[in-house]
């Protein structure tokens, strides 16, 4: 059974950093597009980043020039770098991995900040 586990959250200062990873296990074979989204309480989730098989990204214009995604296909891994956090950045950050069939979701991995 596929599963998706992440880490890498936690509580973070005004201008800090955090890298997120997100590890599919369970033989969840190619994997297509890795994507992070996040959801603020209160709020619908939404897209973060994205990053397909082939290496190409987008962003949401909320997070350029702050965050990058990366992967690592040997691992089944992706990465999310988040730099100059600020408060609204506070979520519930998600991964979503997609292969040939379907999508999977991890669990989400928590983001606040600490005053």
């Known amino acids: 059974q596929v599963q998706l586990v992440e880490s890498g959250g936690g509580l973070v200062q005004p201008g800090g950093s955090l890298r997120l990873s997100c590890a599919a296990s369970?033989?969840?074979?190619?994997?297509?597009?890795m994507t992070w989204y996040r959801q603020a309480p209160g709020k619908q989730r939404e897209l973060v980043a994205r990053?397909?098989?082939?290496?190409?990204?987008n962003y949401a214009d909320s997070v350029k020039g702050r965050f990058t995604i990366s992967r690592d296909n040997a691992r089944n891994t992706v990465y999310l770098q988040m730099n100059s956090l600020k408060p609204e950045d506070t979520a519930v950050y998600y991964c979503?991995?997609?292969?040939?069939?379907?999508?999977?979701w991890g669990q989400g991995t928590q983001v606040t900040f600490s005053s």
């Open positions: 979503k991995m997609t292969n040939s069939r379907r999508d999977y």
């Open positions: 369970g033989g969840i074979g190619t994997i297509d597009t």
């Open positions: 990053i397909t098989n082939a290496g190409s990204t």
